[in-house]
């Protein structure tokens, strides 16, 4: 028991409704530590609610090998053993939110009674707390995990920072996959980033900065240097989110809610503050893929490239109010949950609810031909139709930041 508490503490936590979802999973998790592998994780879940594992670790000269047991019921912990070669056992039992250890050793605690089990190095178990997190509600949500080998539990935040498409997937000719990334903080400050599949809600990827450890599935382990580089792109972009306008700036900006059809789209909206009113203004809408309302770009190097923002902030100057909005499904805005079946015809839905946001408000001229939409300069049909059929003018931009007709 000993052993299995002090020698790899990797994440020792005492130190330190959602559609089409799979509800079985198996797989094999491989596990780093500061780029070096040196374990691996075998697991079972069925019907999200039983799940095995059987782990393999190496620390120094010596090799660890374990196997866990899971199980729920009606979303609740009922049971887990953990069994360490060569003669370590344990058994928990759980009752409405009261533990009884068994086993090598004895002892009693008590935690929520729907708490997440999160044993410590048991990979396969943060897939239960992926699915308990509500997309429709979003944001930061809590919840209890139990961490049966130190008998105590702790309060965890789980927050859906970003959902991105997997380009590489479809490169490759196989289905087009969306990546959920997952911030994961635990009480005690630790850090976790996840990644999982948006449709499945099948964990690809965790890691844990702070400690240098990484866990990926060995069917992705070929990208996880793409997966490292995308985590640390999303969150310069998420942690530099400053939409107000610069200082002296002739134009306001405004942080705005565009009502959609079954969600709402978070945006901004410069207002010049000079000049005839009222203004004409401009919709700008984003090109392929679900893009934050500068377009930033997730690539290391570029976080700091806002094209759109650059875009809007001279029309501004230019006596133009300029609206530009999250696309559905990512950033400030919500409707995740539609990204797997929405088709150009919902998307032109939301483009005509940015256009109606503007006609609505007696600052901005309402005349059909004054509501122009700004795109960066693509040519395929989808975005023509998205034009056409939300009934306004086209500009089209460079990534110089030029408007032109």
């Known amino acids: 028991m000993k052993i299995f508490m002090t020698a790899f503490l990797l994440v020792c936590f ?43 670790l190496k620390i120094g000269n010596n090799t660890i090998n374990f196997k866990t047991s899971t199980a729920y019921k009606n979303a609740r912990p009922s049971s887990f053993t953990l069994a360490q070669e060569p003669n370590i056992s344990l058994q928990f039992a759980f009752n409405e939110g009261n533990v009884k250890m068994t086993g090598a050793s004895e002892a009693t605690a008590q935690t929520d009674a729907g708490a997440v089990i999160l044993e410590n190095n048991v990979w396969h178990q943060y897939q239960f707390l992926i699915k308990r997190y509500d997309k429709q509600k979003g944001g930061a949500q809590s919840f209890k995990a139990f961490v049966p080998s130190l008998m105590q539990t702790l309060s965890v935040s789980l927050e859906l920072r970003d959902s991105r ?99 709402t789209l978070a945006g901004t909206l410069l207002v010049p503050k000079s000049g005839t009113r009222p203004f004409p203004a401009v919709v700008m809408i984003t090109g392929s893929g679900q893009q934050t309302r500068d377009e930033s770009v997730p690539i290391v190097g570029l976080e700091k490239f806002r094209p759109f923002r650059q875009l809007a902030e001279a029309l501004a100057n230019k006596g133009i109010a300029v ?32 256009v109606a946001f503007l006609r609505a408000r007696k600052d901005y001229r309402s005349e059909p031909h004054r509501a122009r939409r700004a795109q960066r300069r693509r040519n395929n049909r989808a975005d023509r139709r998205r034009i056409r059929s939300a009934h306004c003018r086209h500009s089209t931009s460079g990534w110089h930041g030029q408007a032109r007709r």
């Open 165 to 263: 498409m997997n380009m590489s997937r479809k490169e490759q000719g196989t289905a087009l996959q969306i990546i959920d990334y997952y911030s994961l903080k635990v009480a005690d400050g630790l850090l976790l980033d996840m990644l999982s599949d948006h449709a499945t809600g099948k964990l690809i990827y965790l890691r844990v900065p702070s400690q240098r450890a990484e866990v990926v599935r060995a069917e992705q382990a070929g990208s996880i240097e793409a997966m490292r580089a995308s985590i640390d792109a999303l969150q310069a972009q998420h942690a530099q989110m400053d939409y107000s306008a610069p200082a002296n700036a002739s134009f306001t900006a405004q942080e705005v809610t565009v009502q959609a059809k079954g969600f």
């Open 14 to 56: 005492g130190a330190a409704t959602i559609a089409a979802q799979s509800k079985s999973d198996s797989g094999k998790f491989l596990v780093f530590s500061a780029g070096q592998q040196l374990g691996v994780e075998t697991f079972t879940i069925r019907n999200d609610e039983t799940a095995e594992g059987a782990d393999t």
């Open 323 to 354: 609206l530009r909005v999250d696309d559905r499904g990512v950033g400030g805005s919500t409707g995740r949950e539609t990204l797997l079946t929405a088709t150009t015809f919902d998307f032109a839905d939301d483009t005509r609810a940015q």
